[in-house]
């Protein structure tokens, strides 16, 4: 897995590329709690090339949304597709976050 981040006005976009699961699931946490600490609390999480999710990486999303909301922050979802899409909407978790098709969308709905 790699994790890049990048600043977009008041919102910070995570891309999220190759597995998360049990192995890597840990090291996103790091890095989500690691921002969080930063005083990020608006996040975007571009999953347009995270090719696999298990159950581990799901528990690591949602972990790091219910830290931020308790923030009063929040963690939109871009780009989700294939299997991954398809995880998402058998476990239920599309109706847990803010789905976009883009990054540039989750933008405009999160800052207006």
């Not at 790091?30 to 347009?48: C, P, R, S, Y």
Request: glycine share 8%.
């Amino acid at each position: 897995m790699n994790i890049e981040t990048s600043k977009e006005s008041t919102t910070m976009v995570v891309k999220v590329t190759g597995r998360l699961d049990a192995v890597t699931s840990s090291e996103y946490e790091q890095k989500f709690n690691a921002l969080i600490a930063d005083g990020e609390t608006m996040f975007i999480v571009d999953l347009e090339n995270l090719v696999y999710i298990s159950s581990a990486g799901l528990r690591a999303l949602l972990a790091t949304a219910k830290r931020i909301k308790g923030k009063k922050g929040l963690v939109s979802l871009a780009n989700i597709g294939g299997s991954v899409k398809e995880v998402f909407d058998i476990s239920g978790f599309g109706s847990i976050f803010p789905m976009y098709n883009s990054v540039a969308s989750a933008l405009t709905a999160v800052t207006g």
